[in-house]
């Protein structure tokens, strides 16, 4: 069953989505006060914070990124949980932007203790605000990701990922055998009929130490699709098109109403 976001269109406009967005697949959405979709064991739950007290006078918003940033393949500097909780209770925004998905962000940093006021998870499709409910998603399109299947699920040494809205991460490929990847860890595997069914904010091929093969996925894809992308730590990552961080942090600043600098 295609996973189903209480969106509204109308909605999405009158508070700052512009029109073209919206053709391109994004969708702000409204679950709050509202039973977000659930997949057996894997929904994520609700946690809410106390938020900081702000009186609206220069709040300011610092953006972290996790993966090599304040985020070391499963470490956190000490400090950098306390300099978070410091900065949000002198009134201003922590916000987390990574290409990590709302369960694997999620589960990097609880073991820390470290809270974060908005989500921008999968490189900029999926915003969350810091109960990680969802404000606003999209997506690769179900075609694209079954092209790209199609053409590189026989190639040795290269995985397809997939980051999924619910749950832990997938693979729709999995060619690579017994090295570690220290950015999706424990992914578990998707079916080819999960495409049309599921919808993948970010999918990913991983060709570890064959720069080559990564360029050649990279001009075969976009060659073909309209879509965006990104080359990082032998990645290459597909996204639906006009999104990347920038496009998620000004997305952001557009639904704070200036608030925050």
Known sequence: R????????????????????????????RLKGAESPRSGSNHLGRRRLQPPSRDGRGMKLAAFDLDGTIYFDGHMPDEVPEAIARWRAAGNLAVVATGKSPHSARRALEPFGVDFDYYLLCNGTVIMDGSYDLLYESHVPPEVVRAVFERVRDIPKLDLYCTRLEGPDGHLVRNVAGVHNPIISEPVPVSPERIQEEVFPLVAAWTPDDPSLQKEIAQWVTERFPVGTAMNRNFFDITPPGHDKGFALTWLLRHLGGQAV
């Open 2 to 29: 295609r996973q189903r976001q209480m969106c509204i269109r109308d909605r999405s406009l009158r508070l700052g989505v512009e029109e073209d967005e919206l053709r391109r697949g994004g969708r702000k959405c």
